[in-house]
């Protein structure tokens, strides 16, 4: 009688043991990702996005890039509210303007669209700290990326989006 008792209860354990693995799986396989893949994978796509936007071609500005027209507004000097030295586009808009109103679009069509927050914006001349753009302040926890552009020499700026 005691014999069957026992192979009873090991057989308790086991489904008890069984059961706490299966357990365990579960939690494991249904838990969120961490915050740093989130900040990871935010971080990837502010430096993706500040690549393929710089490569961009401008249409009417003689088939220049954004970044041409970032490193030429970064030459050009600023004399009260106005550029001086920057070379003017198909639509009468200064290299700096151009930027400016480029991002903007860009940054209204994909992260504007998709409901995330921004604030883009440039430093190193100037010049160049006339170009920003976002859609709110961003409150709490900020991911970003800063690119640095060599225009010239010791003429460099930085590019700077932050996702919210």
């Known amino acids: ?6 192979e009873i209860f090991g057989l308790v354990i086991i489904v008890i043991l069984v059961s ?6 579960l939690v494991v396989l249904t838990k969120s990702p961490p915050r740093s893949v989130e900040v990871l994978r935010e971080n990837v796509q502010a430096a993706n996005f ?18 041409e027209l970032l490193q030429d507004c970064a030459l050009a000097g600023v004399q009260g509210d106005r550029i001086v030295g920057a070379s003017v586009c198909d639509d009468g808009r200064d290299s700096c303007s151009k930027v400016s109103f480029v991002s903007k679009q860009i940054l209204e069509e994909t992260f504007g669209k998709w409901g995330r927050t921004y604030e883009f914006f440039v430093s190193g001349t100037e010049s160049v700290s006339l170009i920003n753009a976002s859609n709110g302040a961003c409150r709490g926890a900020r991911e970003g990326f800063v690119r640095p552009e060599k225009v010239r ?3 460099d700026v930085n590019v700077t989006i932050y996702l919210c």
């Open 20 to 25: 706490l693995g299966l357990l365990f799986v």
């Open 1 to 6: 009688m005691s014999r069957g008792q026992m």
């Open 153 to 155: 020499g010791s003429v």
């Open 50 to 67: 500040l690549h393929s936007s710089l490569g961009t071609t401008v249409p009417g500005c003689n088939g220049r890039s954004l970044r």
